[in-house]
């Protein structure tokens, strides 16, 4: 005959409840079997729970994905961007991100820029220019600007005048455009083209030119 303590829960071949000191006789204990559940499905989990996971964890992907409209009160950034802390709209980064696909808008943006007189047959040799402005928008490209002879006349009937400082290079003679004279809409009226001969340019074919100190202005739309 032995004397054991017991403390806790044990499981012997027959059931024995212990709550001091037991004096056993003829009995066996036996420790219970711990078995591995071959599956099982958790669901509706609250509060706070803990799972320990041996072996491979399986999940199930849908066919079929439904993704809700998305509605947005803000501006949202693309391809790594910040969005715009103003209004609402999409931020592109400020270098495109260029896409393959031809069904995907990668880039938009605004900005300002000044043309430069590299040739001019007319008289003129000084000009007053006022920043112009442009909008890309994927591989499109419109650019507007002016400028003003201060010293004689722009251009000259049957030439061209060229200009510089485009902020995109043009694929190649893929521009066409147009410019006037503001002061005179009877003179200084031009067709324009860009393309990328001795650097970006835009050269303006003239009609008749335009006389001093009268505004010639131009927009230009090309792709990159």
């Given at each position: ?8 829960i ?43 996971i ?6 199930t ?7 809700a409209?998305v ?24 270098t495109q991100?260029a ?14 820029w ?7 047959p ?5 000009y007053?220019i ?7 928008t ?7 600007g002016?400028?003003?002879p201060?010293n ?12 510089t400082g ?20 009877n003179?200084?009226?031009?067709t ?6 001795s ?26």
């Amino acid at each position: 005959m032995a004397t054991v303590a017991l403390s806790g829960i044990i499981t012997p071949t027959n059931v024995v409840t212990a709550t001091s000191t037991t004096t056993l006789s003829n009995k066996t204990l036996v420790a219970p079997a711990l078995g591995t559940p071959a599956s099982g499905v958790v669901t509706n989990l609250t509060g706070t729970a803990s799972i320990n996971i041996n072996g491979t964890v399986g999940a199930t992907t849908p066919s079929t994905v439904v993704v809700a409209p998305v509605k947005a009160s803000t501006t949202m950034g693309v391809g790594g961007a910040t969005p715009s802390a103003s209004g609402s709209g999409l931020t592109f980064p400020a270098t495109q991100s260029a896409s393959s696909d031809a069904n995907t808008l990668d880039d938009y943006e605004e900005g300002t820029w000044t043309p430069t007189v590299t040739r001019n047959p007319g008289t003129a040799t000084t000009y007053t220019i006022p920043t112009g402005t442009y909008t890309k928008t994927g591989r499109t490209v419109v650019l507007l600007g002016a400028i003003t002879p201060t010293n004689g006349t722009f251009g000259a009937a049957g030439d061209y005048i060229r200009m510089t400082g485009l902020p995109f290079s043009p694929s190649g003679r893929t521009g066409v455009g147009s410019g006037a004279n503001n002061s005179n809409l009877n003179n200084g009226v031009s067709t324009t083209l860009a393309y990328t001969s001795s650097g970006p340019t835009i050269d303006a074919t003239f009609e008749s030119g335009v006389t001093n100190n009268n505004e010639y202005a131009f927009i230009v739309t090309f792709f990159v």
